[in-house]
């Protein structure tokens, strides 16, 4: 049985937009800024060492991952306000 605090609720979830090339963009460039951002933590360089980059393999994970919330929130926001 659906509770009915649920019913109440789905009608306010907004629109999500599709995948488009926007997205992706802005997705791209947030995660470019936080890896750059992340070399200036205090110890990038604690663990296996990325070749191409002045930081380490974990940093660089985590810098992606934190890049991939950051773009999701900006794409959602700029959708809520209808830029997207």
Same mark, same amino acid.
């Given at each position: /049985?659906?509770?009915?605090?649920?019913?109440?609720?789905?009608? +306010?979830?907004? +629109?999500? !937009?599709?995948? @488009? !090339? +926007?997205?992706?963009? &802005? $997705?791209? $460039?947030?995660?470019?800024?936080? =890896?750059?951002?992340? +070399?200036? &933590?205090?110890?990038?360089? =604690?663990?296996?060492? #990325?070749?191409?980059?002045? &930081?380490?393999? !974990?940093? #660089?994970?985590?810098? /992606?991952? #934190?890049?991939?919330?950051?773009?999701?929130?900006? =794409?959602?926001?700029?959708? @809520?306000?209808?830029?997207?």
């Amino acid at each position: /049985m659906i509770s009915s605090i649920l019913l109440a609720a789905q009608p +306010t979830v907004p +629109t999500t !937009p599709a995948w @488009n !090339p +926007t997205v992706g963009i &802005i $997705i791209s $460039i947030s995660c470019l800024v936080i =890896v750059l951002l992340s +070399t200036r &933590i205090e110890k990038p360089l =604690v663990g296996p060492k #990325f070749p191409i980059l002045p &930081i380490s393999i !974990p940093t #660089f994970v985590a810098a /992606m991952a #934190f890049g991939h919330i950051i773009g999701v929130g900006i =794409v959602l926001g700029l959708t @809520n306000i209808g830029r997207l």
